[in-house]
């Protein structure tokens, strides 16, 4: 087995999902359940496409999983994300990513009014876990 961190993090999820090798190859769209062991065991690379559908399944971040795969297999790629985008987020940013994303889903987000308000108030708690 060699080192591979996406292959790390792919095997605890699967030691901890209960599930089968079979089960999790069909649910993902794998014809041979094969291909689970071998990239549980970094033998294959993980494909990119497929990390929406293994971390739905094992229960894993889709975010998280996807920067570890990116990093390991594709580092210049990781590096430019990293840079332009300020990647990988905090857990605080993605959540917020999320919120707007969910509010943004039942209508146009203004920026004036509550939304507003609401990210002073973040801003001041950010600010002031900064300064402690």
């Known amino acids: 087995m060699t080192f591979s961190p996406t292959a790390q993090m792919l095997a605890?999820?699967?030691?901890e999902s209960?599930?089968?090798?079979?089960?999790?190859?069909?649910?993902?769209?794998?014809?041979?359940?094969?291909?689970?062991?071998?990239?549980?065991?970094?033998?294959?690379?993980?494909?990119?496409?497929?990390?929406?559908?293994?971390?739905?399944?094992?229960?894993?971040?889709q975010s998280k999983f996807l920067l570890v795969a990116i990093e390991e297999y594709h580092q210049g790629v990781y590096e430019v994300l990293s840079?332009?985008?300020g990647l990988?987020?905090?857990?605080?940013?993605?959540?917020?990513?999320v919120m707007f994303r969910m509010a943004?889903?039942?209508?146009?987000?203004?920026?004036?009014?509550?939304?507003?308000?609401a990210l002073e108030g973040i801003l001041d708690l950010a600010e002031a876990a900064h300064m402690r």
């Open 104 to 117: 943004s889903l039942r209508t146009e987000i203004e920026l004036d009014g509550a939304f507003r308000k």
């Open 18 to 61: 209960g599930l089968t090798q079979r089960e999790i190859a069909d649910r993902v769209g794998f014809k041979h359940a094969n291909i689970i062991t071998m990239m549980k065991q970094g033998l294959t690379r993980v494909p990119l496409d497929r990390v929406p559908a293994l971390a739905q399944t094992l229960g894993l971040n």
């Open 12 to 15: 605890k999820a699967i030691d």
């Open 88 to 97: 990988p987020f905090s857990d605080a940013e993605q959540g917020l990513v």
């Open 83 to 85: 840079d332009t985008l």
